[in-house]
């Protein structure tokens, strides 16, 4: 009676640098318990693959043009993303990493040790398929990066299609229950985050809170007027009108340096 031979893990290479998705395929092709799919130069690429592909494993690099390693899972989300080896020359990710027990980053450059105490680890974990901790790992991680970063693109899904939108581009920004409303000129998008954390995320050079439901790119004011019980009307360039609240007053006039 033959053997069965256990299936093979679906694996993708997600890496802008053409020598380094070389790199790991040659080191892939290696290991007859993988199985490489496909691989892709970007974020974008990397979005769509994996929503095509269905791999199980995904060496992801995280400076991509296109999108971060970290926008990658934000437009896939953190529950539907496969196991990730995060492929990285910035040792402060790494670091930050490893103190939330993501499954792996490997720093560039890495030898041949190095890939092989990766692949262990994400064998391990493939074998016990705790894919609720990856998800608990990977929310972890972005949420423990997110206030050293800026917020400067935003990874939009609507209708089947990704797309990206500058943070220079919004005009002003909307509570939606547990969404935003990004307003960028007569387009309105949706995007899952809150206010609160959405707004520690924004330069304060550029956007700031009037209301506890707005925030506005101050380039796009064009004039205040005042209203009642100590409130302001704020006229944006395109003729949009929001309030700002008293609460919200006294910081705004800080920022604009100037009495209101």
Sequence with gaps: MSETRPARIRTLIADDEPLARERLRML??????????????????????????????????????????????????????????????YDQYALKAFDVHAIDYLLKPFDKERFRTSLTRARQQLERRT??????????LMQELRPA?????FVIKASGRVFFVRAEEIDWIEAAGNYVKLHVGSDAHLF?????????????????????????????????????????????????????????????????????
């Design 28 to 89: 892939l092709a290696a290991e007859d318990w993988i199985e490489l799919v496909g691989d892709a130069s970007d974020g974008v690429q990397a979005i769509d693959a994996i929503q095509r592909l269905r791999p199980e494993l995904v060496f992801l690099d995280i400076q991509m043009p296109g999108a971060t390693g970290f926008e990658v899972i934000e437009s896939i989300g953190a529950d539907q993303m496969p196991f990730v080896v995060f492929v990285t020359a």
């Design 131 to 140: 894919t609720g901790e990856l998800e608990r790992r990977l929310i972890e």
């Design 192 to 260: 899952r985050e809150t206010m609160n954390a959405l707004e520690s995320r924004l330069h304060p050079d550029t956007f700031y809170r009037i209301h506890r439901s707005h925030i506005v790119n101050i380039e796009r004011i064009r004039e205040l007027q005042p209203w009642f019980n100590g409130e302001y009307v704020v006229f944006l360039k395109d003729g949009t009108r929001l309030t700002l609240s008293r609460g919200y007053r006294e910081k705004l006039q800080e920022r604009l340096g100037r009495t209101l």
């Design 149 to 153: 970063a800026r917020m400067e693109r």
